[in-house]
């Protein structure tokens, strides 16, 4: 059999929707005169040889029927179950009606495969004209043989088999009208196909149909690898030792100063969401726990619509004491991003191409251990091509990402640590460089020139702190628990908060960070 | 040496207070004489043969001084190192001075170790006088001779040696007087020492000073065993294919008709905390993710002050498509908890045998695979004990604790499976039981018979979720996005939400949730 690719891709918006109404009166009026899949034996129509093969299913309620059925997965079809009967759950991704056949692709996450339905002595034309009346998107049960097909079929993933389906039976039926089409959802963002129409799809409808933008390819394989980031991140840190911890997100008082902070109803009174676990990991370090890290909700109310900001992201955390030099914890990052890295690369290859099909980027490059550099070298590289930027001033984003290209073109990484930040620009807890009144012992990490971690050692002394709050005109009464928190001895120790939703973007080399957050918050998005 | 018993255990008070007292003067004194442990070389004290070997260190700022010491850490001390000299950076738990000895007890987590300085050639009176009176929870940097004992020292846990202090530096001070101390902390609750005066520390002077509380052995074990929970639901369910994933906790309507639910200020409007994150849940497996976990904050806005209801807690949640019966997803989490049970009891029992020490309470018993019961045998079970629970009645909160009784006595087990709830007490999207109307296909799970999960297959399909949901009162343009969650086909589906707190607790055989949760937080607490 033929590759059969379905042709809406190039269809216009218009066609679409004829095609839609023209599938939904189809479908109703085969459900209409099969009356649902139970019954169907009961239906005396002598003609339909396929009577109890096909049909709309009744509600999967858990009555214990078929539950020894045992299904295949669309990934593992191929060749080697030639003549093999089958049985396959999976969306209707496309189906085309062509005479007396009906060519459907059957899609699972993101595996495909092209089933037909030609009218025979087991199949009747009632079934086939039942099978091309479904809307797309539903979910189907299929029986059928496995067979060999002599030119690979380039439309689907399972390339060289397509299944004769020989049951059809839909276990949960799409309503016709899709808000966005798979298919357009799914294309590539920068291709350059002249031709077709290339219709796309605006990331406000993807966002607003989310349960239908997740089913691309792409973005399965996003979560799969996100999933893996967070992964990676725990058993990385567990092996040395840190013990995992679960900070509130309802505290008492705006932890530094009260800008950005949402306030909550809390019974008679109010109380605000946590910007960061910081106060609690830091707590945890006074308490003994010596390292530890927390994965978790962390808000921010700030009113920025940008590519990379989110009212709430998901915090990857860490806090860990040493004995005598801040550098211990910074590196600990430094290798846990290498683990990160290493292990994206060797166990996610198929979902960072099949991301790279839709998203197309340069694959992530890294150093083994990685590359530190000091704050004035960087400065340094930015003045070499005429960017100044003070001794104690900060980085605009933009001059981040310059000296994100400048580090790339120099020593070839898209990961490296900015260490020994102005003291002037990292918040008063920050500790104080002690060799240096304008430095401090503070670091950032980036990746592809976007800060993905800020970190620093933290001042551990509740009177130097006091000094320190003083001197940024905090009022110490608002900060009195946090200080009192190093009252009873605490080790020296640093730490750092990263970002999830940013590190995935900007591994992958995508462009908005609303796409790898599964239900992303912005000022103007609570929903889905 | 013989063991040092220090004698505050039994002490009052008053006297307590007293000893703070006289330890903060004679800790000012000796640090005003020492002036700073950096400058002690400069200090001309001719009969001071301990001079350079003591005293206060300067804030340890990452200067890189000292940065090639190796430690060890306390629990690797033993006789195998007599004779050895070691540094230890570890607390001072106690202190007590004895003519020209100082004994100290020095703590790491939940490691302790006896050190001793005696007045001789290399350590002065005044090296004596300085450390005996520095406050308890100081953190020190102890050089010091391992020395095997004669007898073994049964108020430490390393028993078999004591450290010869030759140099001792204070790291971080602690405040002299402690707002609780370590060892009424950390004493059994159940003791039965009729002798003593057995103080304890209550609730809420554990909660208001939890960076103290939190330094006891029985704490860090808690604590410790909380992160072994998350790890193995996690790792149990990564082996199982399932993928993690992270869904909003701003909301923005209140998900099940608006009570309990906390409000947040959301720039102009308001928005408000996920009660759960199933809807999340099932929207991951209407997009084809097949099977979820997620493990994040949760939020009930419920005025219950109970030994078992928090605000805030995390929830290890998960949801799972099936082919034809919930019972694939039920059994699936029922062997979860197998899992994790297993996990405990196998990589735990250190942790857990310092946790009964404080916190005396009957191992945990299960069975493999565990034990299903229907919800109608439950409630035969307290019948034949005369409690009567009508059919379509839940069970109260003490009847789930008699039934629990019941069926350890029968079944010599903690953990059990109740399927198959009335319909009527379970929420409008629940699967009714296609068997009886009554019913539902719905389970609760229990630990020593409270309730710690609550799950069942959902409804699926949106015609038949809208006629639910009127048929329960429910407003339909409220759970429109909800219902339209499963329009565009969505595989049966079953899940649960688990309290990680609840399920340590319950574990642990501890009486209060706010054990297990690290800075609980409830109608009347939101601080630290």
New interface residues.
């Given amino acids: 059999m033929v590759d059969d690719k379905p042709n809406e891709n190039a269809a216009s918006k218009a066609a679409l929707k004829k095609e839609a109404k023209k599938a939904e009166k189809a479908a109703k009026k085969a459900e209409h005169k099969q009356a649902g899949g139970e019954n169907l034996q009961n239906v005396k129509e002598e003609v339909d040889v396929s009577l109890g093969k096909y049909g709309k299913l009744p ?9 020894d ?1 045992k ?1 295949l997965i669309v990934s593992e079809l191929n060749k080697s179950l030639s003549g093999q009967n089958v049985w396959v ?1 999976a ?1 209707l991704h496309t189906s085309r009606a062509r005479g007396k056949q009906c060519f459907i692709v059957l899609r ?2 993101e595996f495909t495969v092209q089933a037909i339905l030609n009218v025979s002595d087991v199949v009747s034309k009632s079934m086939v004209k039942f099978s091309s009346g479904i809307p797309k ?3 189907l049960d299929i029986e059928a043989k496995v067979s060999e097909v002599p030119n690979n079929i380039a439309s689907c993933t399972q390339q060289d088999v397509e299944l004769a389906v020989t049951q059809l039976w839909v ?5 016709p009208q ?1 808000p966005l089409q798979i298919d357009d959802a799914s294309r590539p963002e920068k291709a350059e196909d002249e031709e077709a129409l290339n219709i796309r799809v605006n990331q406000d409808t993807r966002l607003d149909n ?3 933008d ?2 691309t390819p792409a ?2 394989a996003i ?2 690898l ?2 893996g980031v ?2 990676l991140f ?1 058993e990385s840190l ?1 092996k040395r030792g840190f ?10 008082a705006a932890s530094e100063g009260g800008a950005n902070v ?6 008679k009174g109010n ?1 605000y ?1 946590a910007q960061s676990p910081q106060l ?1 990991k830091q ?2 370090i ?5 390292k530890v890290f927390t ?3 962390v ?1 921010r ?1 700030e ?1 920025s619509n940008t590519h990379r900001h989110l ?2 992201f ?1 915090g990857l955390d860490l806090e860990m004491a040493f ?5 211990d914890v910074m590196l600990t990052i430094g290798n846990l991003f290498t683990e990160i890295f290493k292990g994206l690369r060797d166990n996610f290859q198929r979902e960072i191409s099949i991301i790279n099909q839709q998203y197309p980027s340069e694959p992530f490059v890294f150093l083994d251990p990685p590359l530190v550099l000091e704050y004035n070298e960087g400065r340094k590289m930015l003045a070499e091509v005429g960017v100044e930027v003070g001794e104690e001033e900060d980085l605009s984003t933009p001059t981040e990402k310059l000296l994100g290209r400048l580090v790339k073109a120099k020593y070839d990484t898209d990961f490296y640590i900015l260490d020994k930040y102005p003291l002037a620009v990292r918040p008063f807890y920050t ?5 240096n009144p304008k430095s401090s ?1 503070s670091y950032d990490m980036f990746m592809r020139g976007e800060e993905i971690l800020s970190g620093a ?1 933290r001042i ?2 509740p009177d ?1 702190l006091t000094e320190r709050a003083k001197h940024h005109g905090i009022d110490i009464s608002t900060i009195a ?1 946090y200080i009192d ?8 120790h640093a730490g750092g908060g990263i970002g ?1 939703e940013r590190v995935v973007m900007l591994y992958l080399g995508l462009d908005n960070i609303r796409k790898t ?3 992303p ?1 912005d ?1 103007k998005r ?3």
């Fill in positions: 509600l999967i309620q858990s009555n214990a029927k078929n539950s059925r299904f759950r969306r699972q996450k998107e539903s979910i276990v949960s039926m799409s309503a899709l989310r349960i239908l997740l089913r973005n399965q979560f799969r996100e999933a967070c992964r725990r567990t013990v995992e911890i679960h900070t509130p997100k309802i505290i008492s949402f306030t909550v109803s809390y019974f109380a969401l609690y707590m945890a006074a308490s003994d726990f010596e994965i978790g909700a808000f109310a009113d009212t709430e998901t004995k005598y030099h801040y550098h500790m104080p460089d002690p060799n012992n050692q551990h002394d130097f628990a928190s190093f009252k009873y001895g605490c080790p020296p999830l957050s599964m239900f918050r000022p609570v929903t889905p």
